[in-house]
């Protein structure tokens, strides 16, 4: 009885060594990533020393227990030691930081991930650190157990209890690290509560230790004979260490694939690793109570390496029909984790972690050669499975999965697992198991005529939107660090990773609609003119590098996942622009972290784009600890460039980030170009005067700009959000967030379901609006008729109207409010009133009516003529070449038409008539012209149902099919009215859709496109 309570004692002990192991494992991983980077060598590298030191530990302590006679006091020892080396991992976490700008550091740029001396020094490093603290780990399971276990028939019992009291212990330390700890304490706070724990076990150990008789010491196992038996027992040793590879080489994989439904978040990280360790842990207490001897133990592992491959089929089998399932059930979401998906990841992965977890106390309980060698023989497994799991881990993650993609490697690894159900069956036994070897050999023959398939429809599904993507796969690669897939669908192209949205890319020489991207890398030289040296920080689709300004002389771009640039090659050639062919871009495979550490090279800006904040890859680009690294990389006066989507905050998160950005550097602005679903900070220890800089940008690179949307300061003022003062206003007394305390990582997860989004940011931000504030000289009435072409917002142009510097200003803002609003008649009245009392001061006012009127004077209606009456040049050949004979005599006001200015009233107009007569001319290169023209009025949100119809038929002209086939589908998009016209119109686009030459991979959206044209002629 007494020692029944006293292993209990040990029990909760080895239940809190568990714990903290796990604990310690999560926050070091993290530590570890802000210097070596979250690339797949940086983690993988850190793993295995972390798995190393446990393994070295355990084989010291093998080959040292039968000589301690008080092994619950050294093994409260060893947690006290463990609890105070973890204190100082943090300070040699730093030293490490010195020591790789040291030895690998280059001036002319960041580093790729690939270099061997760079392997080599994050293994020996990494090794160096964790050595202590998991060398005692390591050690304290052949200590228990020397303790734990008095007679032979307790052997395998109290190993498998030991082992899953302890893998209890991890579960519980990785979900209470995960959901409690580093979200409301931060990475510091929980390191020591993994001391404490320590600290609290090695107290208890010695009170338990005092009230305990020093055990006899016991010989050697070397000094004992080696019967046939034993040494038959030894062969268990090669056939652990294989199973160890196996396990591991499945948690890689189970991982990699569930990330598709789980979405990469820590909370979704902690529960997965959770669910496999469950399985471990159950596994393990019931082959504890099978494994009471040694033939016993033969036949429980031959069965369990049986049923893990028969086990894992079958659930990779079911991986195809996890989207169906998702849909459903829509149950209870925690952080952001919908406790649905996890309980069938659970279920399918528990009969197959279940065997794993069985293999331990079998293996134990075959080698041990007595009650006496039990803490040298758990000491000898867990070494070679740890072993083993080390080898599995690197070379699943890092080789096996990426070369061999989900089903060749789950073939393998499936294979591997019958193969030791054979040897086990074969070689460990006194007697041969007929049975067993033939459940072994029918299982292969099964699994050669039914080989797993890779699953599709998994590998479609995101997390974000809880639903398999539509598209065609057109490549597919498993990456080190990601899953990457590019689908094709309506004519473009959308790269996802591990099924989140990274960026859609699409053949045609157009840019309707998302600005974002081309603002990105257009910021920096409107801020800053001088700017030639760039970093962008995430490649996605090579939107932000697609046409940078050419005034930019060189580009780095770093990007953590390789399978991303091989799928940007892979649609290279149809591209419009292909990024990857400019001379000025040279790609860095590696964590952005982790190369900027090894580099002092200076930019004149650097652009940040990570896309989604609670994901591994990219949660720790969005701290303070990231900017500092940022502004310690940019020259004098550059300036900082960081990205948000409005879909991955709250209003908290937004003002979070606005503070950290505030608290590195002393100016901030914040810019939304079209269409208004994502947010630019642009940073920098100078001021950011970028109304007064805007216009020596453009002028350096004009046709790169006008792509852009972005042709006159005022289509920079008019993206504007916030200015400096706006910025400490928003975030003023708002928490900063750190390596440490990291806000959006543990946050962003939890509000996926209710984001700020646009109209709510519309809302938050408008009452800051810097827009008078920005620049005194700005044309007010332009830039309204800009902000109600593309995105009338009423607060804005109250404000325009305020501001205006003289009446007739004033008077023009209103008109257009008037005629913009469905109020047509009253602010055509306006206008005449204007006219009528003011003649020498209306000629603007006269343009206006103009603009306003011309659909019925296009339409040649006399009363409109007579309204108008004669205009000042240029804008007089407006009206001329309105009432030209035919589209060709539109030519001759060419030279009248060009001068016409971007501020002036007609100017889109103008650029309309001169891309229609150099449609109508039939020559390509006119053709070619027209496109460009029409590209100044259709960038961003802008262009009318007839402007895409122009330009789809001069792309048609160039030679252009995907910039004619995608203006089809925006004209048609724009076209929602019932009217007459609007039939025609449609009408126009049919005959227009059969004359352009479509690719095989454009066919079925030519298909859809025919579909809607259809029913809009039919309804």
């Keep these: 009885m007494k020692l029944d309570r006293s292993f209990l004692f040990v029990l909760s002990f080895f239940l809190l060594s568990g714990f903290a192991a796990l604990l310690y494992q999560t926050a070091w991983m993290r530590e570890f990533s802000f210097v070596f980077g979250t690339s797949e060598l940086a983690i993988a590298t850190v793993l295995a020393a972390y798995m190393g030191g446990l393994s070295l530990g355990a084989a010291i302590a093998g080959r040292l227990a039968h000589r301690v006679s008080r092994p619950v006091l050294v093994y409260g020892l060893l947690e006290g030691g463990i609890g105070l080396s973890a204190l100082m991992i943090p300070k040699a976490i730093a030293a490490s930081t010195f020591l790789s700008a040291l030895l690998f550091g280059q001036a002319d740029g960041p ?163 959770a669910s496999f360790l469950t399985g471990l842990t159950l596994g393990s207490a019931l082959a504890a109570r099978f494994a009471t001897t040694r033939e016993r133990a033969v036949i429980g592992f031959a069965c369990s390496q049986l049923a893990i491959a028969v086990s894992v089929l079958l659930a990779f089998a079911c991986m195809d029909q996890i989207p169906a399932w998702i849909a459903l059930w829509k149950g209870p979401v925690i952080s952001g984790v919908h406790l649905g998906d996890i309980g069938l990841a659970m279920l399918l992965l528990l009969p197959s972690t279940l065997a794993i977890g069985a293999t331990f106390p079998f293996a134990v309980r075959i080698t041990a050669r007595g009650e006496e060698d039990a803490g040298p023989a758990s000491a000898r497994v867990y070494a070679w499975n740890t072993i083993g799991a080390i080898l599995g881990a690197l070379g699943a993650g890092y080789y096996v999965i990426p070369a061999f993609g989900f089903a060749t490697s789950m073939a393998l690894f499936a294979g591997t697992n019958l193969l030791l159900a054979l040897l086990a069956a074969a070689l460990l036994s006194e007697t041969w198991h007929k049975g067993l070897l033939m459940a072994s050999v029918l299982c292969g023959l099964v699994f050669w005529v039914v080989p797993p398939q890779t699953p599709w429809q998994l590998l479609r599904f995101s997390s974000m939107n809880r639903a398999v993507l539509a598209g065609e796969i057109t490549f597919s690669r498993v990456g080190r660090s990601a899953n990457v897939l590019l689908r094709e669908r309506d004519g473009a192209w959308f790269v996802t990773t591990n099924g989140l949205p990274e960026a859609g890319v699409r053949p045609a020489n157009d840019v309707s609609g998302d600005l974002t991207n081309p603002w990105l890398s257009s910021l920096p030289s409107l801020a800053r003119p001088d700017t030639e040296d760039l970093l962008v920080i995430g490649f996605g689709g090579g939107l932000v590098v697609q046409d940078v300004p050419r005034s930019v002389k060189h580009i780095d771009v770093i990007e953590l996942e390789p399978a991303v640039i091989e799928a940007n090659r892979f649609i290279a050639s149809r591209r419009f622009l292909d990024p990857l062919a400019d001379p000025r871009i040279r790609v860095i495979e590696n964590d ?201 917002m009423q607060s804005r142009l109250n404000a325009l109207v305020q501001g205006a510097a003289t009446e007739e200003d004033s008077e023009l803002i209103i008109a257009q409010i008037e005629f913009a609003t469905e109020r047509r008649g009253q602010g055509l009245h306006r206008l005449e009133t204007w006219i009528q009392n003011n003649p020498d001061q209306a000629d603007r006012a006269r343009e206006f009516r103009v603009l306003f009127l011309a659909n019925e004077l296009q339409r040649g209606r006399a009363k409109a003529w007579e309204r108008v009456g004669r205009l000042k040049e240029p804008a007089q050949a407006v009206l001329e070449a309105w009432q030209a004979s035919d589209e060709g005599a539109i030519q001759e006001f060419e030279v009248r038409l060009a001068e016409i200015q971007r501020r002036d009233v007609l100017y889109e107009d103008a650029l309309r008539l001169r891309a229609r007569w150099r449609v109508a001319s039939g020559d390509p290169e006119k053709g070619a012209e027209a496109v460009d023209l029409l590209t100044a009025i259709t960038a961003g949100n802008d262009g009318t149902t007839r402007d895409f119809l122009l330009k789809s038929r001069a792309a048609l002209l160039a030679g252009d099919s995907p910039t004619a086939l995608r203006c089809v589908g925006l004209s048609l998009q724009r076209n929602r009215t019932r009217s007459m016209e609007s039939t025609a119109l449609v009408r126009e686009l049919e005959v227009l859709l059969r004359e352009i030459p479509v690719s095989e991979a454009e066919a079925s959206y030519v298909e859809e496109l025919v579909d809607k044209l259809g029913r809009r002629l039919n309804r």
Excluded at 197 to 225: C, G, K, M, W, Y
Excluded at 612 to 635: C, I, M, Q, R, V
Excluded at 638 to 654: R, S, T
Excluded at 664 to 676: A, D, L, T
């Design 111 to 273: 580093p790729a991930s690939s270099g061997l001396g760079l392997a080599l020094f994050y293994v020996s490093c990494s090794f160096l650190i964790l050595l202590v603290p998991t060398a005692m780990m390591g050690a304290t399971l052949p200590l228990l157990t020397r303790y734990a276990v008095r007679r032979d028939e307790e052997l395998g019992r109290r190993v498998g209890a030991l082992y899953a009291i302890n893998t209890l212990g991890a579960i519980l330390g990785t979900l209470v690290a995960g959901f409690v700890l580093l979200p409301r304490l931060g990475l510091s706070q929980t390191l020591l509560v993994g001391v404490v724990t320590n600290f609290i076990v090695f107290a208890l150990a010695a009170v338990l230790a005092r009230s305990h008789p020093r055990l006899p010491r016991q010989e050697s196992v070397a000094e004992r004979s080696k019967a046939r038996a034993w040494i038959r027992a030894d062969r268990i040793l090669p056939l652990i260490l294989l199973s160890g590879v196996t396990s591991f080489a499945y948690e890689v994989l189970w991982t990699r694939l569930f990330n598709q439904v789980l979405g990469g978040t820590v909370y979704a990280f902690s529960t997965m690793l």
């Design 592 to 792: 952005a972290r982790g190369a900027m550490v090894l580099t002092e090279k200076r930019y004149d800006a650097i652009v940040s784009q990570p896309s989604h904040p609670w994901t591994a890859g990219a949660s720790h680009l969005y701290t303070k600890e990231f900017f500092e690294l940022s502004k310690a990389h940019l020259n004098p006066a550059g300036v900082f460039v960081q990205w948000i989507g409005l879909n991955f905050v709250d209003e908290e998160l937004l003002r979070v980030l606005m503070a950290t950005l505030q608290d590195v550097f002393p100016h901030v602005r914040v810019y939304r170009p079209p269409p208004y679903g994502a947010v630019l900070f642009i940073a920098s220890e100078e001021p950011l005067p970028i109304e007064e800089t805007a216009a020596q940008a453009i002028a350096a690179s004009p046709q790169s700009f006008l792509r852009k949307g972005i042709q006159s300061v005022e289509e920079v003022a008019m993206s504007i959000a916030l200015d400096e003062e706006g910025v400490r206003l928003f975030s003023e007394n708002v928490a900063v967030s750190t390596d440490d305390q990291n806000i959006l990582q543990t946050r962003s997860p939890r509000i996926l379901s209710s984001p700020i989004k646009a109209k709510g940011a519309d809302r938050l931000l408008a009452k800051f609006d810097p827009i008078l504030r920005v620049k005194t000289d700005l044309d007010l009435v332009f830039l309204a008729q800009r902000s109600l072409d593309v995105r009338p």
